[in-house]
């Protein structure tokens, strides 16, 4: 788990827990217009491919949820579904260490290559995404429910 001292409080970065949802679920409605339900949450952690963080302040049952990553991991590729991040803590880099340890953790096991769709219109994620190499490589038109265009993007991974 990594851990990181900020105020006297520390933030760390562990595997999601069944306690953690209700705060995951708050951070996901404020996040996104269509929203993932506790169910599909569940979903994914029925599915062996899936692996999600949590980015935690403080310890304990005590901890509150600053954000997660959600991704899959497979025939060396990683495919990020979901980050998000507590609007009261955004802009303080909790997203950057998700993506970070997310990346870490998908070249350890040998992925090569990574994959994610982005909102046309989300540039702060798009910029994110290409300050770690991201790189745009096609568009899913009306890919959202509500029929905005995904942009795909693209990450050669170095092991």
């Given at each position: 788990m990594a851990v990181a001292a900020t105020g006297g409080t520390s933030r760390r970065i562990g595997r999601y827990t069944p306690a953690d949802l209700d705060q995951m679920l708050f951070i996901e409605r404020a996040s996104y217009p269509n929203p993932w339900t506790g169910q599909m949450?569940?979903?994914?952690?029925?599915?062996?491919?899936?692996?999600?963080?949590?980015?935690?302040?403080?310890?304990?049952?005590?901890?509150?949820?600053?954000?997660?990553v959600c991704f899959w991991l497979f025939l060396g590729e990683m495919h990020l579904l979901n980050v998000a991040v507590d609007p009261a803590r955004r802009r303080q880099g909790v997203g950057r260490r998700l993506l970070s340890h997310a990346l870490d953790f998908a070249a350890a096991?040998?992925?090569?290559?990574?994959?994610?769709?982005?909102?046309r219109s989300n540039r702060g994620a798009r910029r994110l995404y290409e300050e770690y190499g991201f790189s745009e490589i096609g568009i899913r038109p009306r890919y959202y429910e509500d029929g905005e265009d995904a942009v795909v993007m693209l990450l050669e991974i170095s092991n």
């Open positions: 949450f569940a979903e994914e952690l029925d599915n062996r491919l899936c692996h999600i963080f949590v980015s935690r302040d403080g310890d304990g049952g005590a901890a509150e949820v600053l954000g997660y096991r040998g992925a090569k290559v990574g994959f994610l769709e982005v909102r």
